[in-house]
């Protein structure tokens, strides 16, 4: 592990909460089939590890969002670079999220989804940090609240390094 990083959640947490987090999905959509959608690139190992923990029906989407600017500071002005492919009118669509932070991102991908009129949408995100928090978004599924700090790791990267790490980890400022 690079001396620059803090774990700050080991694998067997990250499991232990998907786990918990797939059983109230599973159980809150019972008798009924979803179309998950990831969004690239950060919530690729997120999304991987919670559908295989569904025990319901589950169809699989992306989308890749891109924000001008830095990329720690997130999020000015957002805009779709890959859209949806799967047709998700009157379909219930569960948003996969790495992090929410100030919370633009999702509003903007909140409103370009509810456009396809599906039949209804819950989100749900690894980490949600509050201290940035500037567009109250609707998180129904929340696996850690996290205060402060940059975290990379399980997917999420620090300009496109450390995503293959398998833990969560805070970069020392
Ligand atoms: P926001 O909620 O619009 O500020 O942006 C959230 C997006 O910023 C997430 O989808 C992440 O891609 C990125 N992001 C925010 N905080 C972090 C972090 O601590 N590590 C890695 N990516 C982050
Ligand atoms: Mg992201």
């Not at 620059?4 to 008798?31: M, P």
């Not at 690729?44 to 590890?49: A, E, M, P």
């Not at 402060?148 to 496109?160: K, P, R, S, T």
Request: hydrophobic share 40%.
């Amino acid at each position: 592990m690079p001396s620059d990083l803090i774990r700050v959640l080991s694998r067997d947490e990250i499991a232990q909460r998907i786990k918990a987090l797939a059983n109230r999905i599973s159980k809150d959509y019972v008798g009924k089939e979803i179309c998950a959608i990831g969004v690239l690139k950060g919530a690729f190992i997120f999304l991987s590890d919670l559908v295989r923990q569904l025990t319901i029906p589950v169809q699989i989407d992306f989308v890749r969002l891109a924000s001008y600017g830095d990329s720690a500071e997130s999020s000015e002005n957002v805009r779709i670079t890959k859209g949806i492919e799967l047709d998700i009118r009157d379909r219930h669509v569960l948003v996969v999220e790495d992090i929410v932070d100030c919370g633009r991102t999702m509003a903007f991908l909140l409103e370009y989804l509810n456009g396809f009129h599906p039949k209804s949408v819950k989100v749900c995100a690894l980490i949600t940090k509050t201290e940035r928090r500037e567009i109250d978004v609707p998180i129904d599924y929340v696996g850690y609240g996290v205060e402060h700090g940059f975290l990379v790791g399980y997917g999420l990267d620090f300009a496109e390094k450390y995503r293959n790490l398998p833990e969560i980890y805070r970069i020392k400022v």
